[in-house]
């Protein structure tokens, strides 16, 4: 079981970048994929999520409008699509997976996640 994320990276306020998160089939199978977020210091957030069956979106209020997560079931992918990038954007992002469906209301419940990814690096500065 993998999940790999990629595209990280250096960016100025109000750029963009894409971020990316390929699963293994079996992780595919997993009904909730979700994207959290720690910055140094703090505790890691949920940012957003995407149901793997009914392609349900939910975000957290800080990126609402700002950030878009999107999936490929060909590819086994989920992309965080990141635009309008802060300064208080930057951390560590990692993509997880959860066994069951999971509502507006315990989206970002981490303890109901399984499988994480091992993180990218985003950076947001001037």
């Known amino acids: 079981v993998q999940l790999v994320e990629s595209g990280g990276g250096v960016v100025q306020p109000g750029g963009s970048l894409r971020l990316s998160c390929a699963a293994s089939v079996f992780t595919w199978d997993y009904l909730t994929i979700g994207w959290f977020r720690q910055a140094p210091g703090k505790e890691r957030e949920g940012v957003s999520c995407i149901s793997n069956i009914s392609g349900s979106t939910y975000y957290a209020d800080s990126v609402k409008c700002r950030f878009t997560i999107s999936r490929d079931n060909a590819k086994n992918t989920v992309y965080l699509q990141m635009d309008s990038l802060k300064p208080e954007d930057t951390a560590v992002y990692y993509c997880?997976?959860?066994?069951?469906?999971?509502?507006?209301?315990?989206?970002?419940?981490?303890?109901?996640?399984?499988?994480w990814g091992q993180g990218t690096q985003v950076t947001v500065s001037s």
């Open positions: 997880a997976t959860a066994p069951i469906r999971l509502g507006a209301f315990r989206w970002s419940n981490q303890d109901a996640y399984t499988y």
